[in-house]
């Protein structure tokens, strides 16, 4: 089993920034793939970035150039750099972890954009 503990949400003005934070324990395989989720109300939980073991990345279209996916190995933790906010940006943001064909879910951490 992994367990996984986001932080880092919160209420941020358009055109802010957040640092979100991701941290795994447990059973963790050396190679996986970490990344995150998000789920904006009424709308279907979408990809936002992910990033391997070894350091490759892939984003979604519609966050690519304002959101920046970084990992530490040694800590088991994955960041989600996140500048630029837009208020269709507002969602809960969900870690998740795959490894071996297993796929873990953190509890969520809410972006909220506002002024």
């Known amino acids: 089993q992994v367990q996984l503990v986001e932080s880092g949400g919160g209420l941020v003005q358009p055109w802010g920034s957040l640092r979100l934070s991701c941290a795994a324990s447990?059973?963790?395989?050396?190679?996986?793939?970490m990344g995150w989720h998000r789920q904006a109300p009424g709308k279907q939980r979408e990809l936002v970035a992910g990033?391997?073991?070894?350091?490759?990345?892939n984003y979604a279209d519609s966050v690519n150039g304002r959101f920046t996916i970084s990992r530490d190995n040694a800590k088991n933790t994955v960041y989600l750099q996140i500048d630029s906010l837009k208020p269709e940006d507002t969602a809960v943001y969900y870690c998740?972890?795959?490894?071996?064909?297993?796929?873990?879910w953190g509890q969520g951490t809410q972006v909220t954009v506002s002024s």
């Open positions: 447990g059973n963790i395989f050396s190679i996986n793939l």
């Open positions: 990033i391997t073991s070894g350091g490759s990345t």
């Open positions: 998740y972890e795959l490894q071996s064909g297993s796929v873990y």
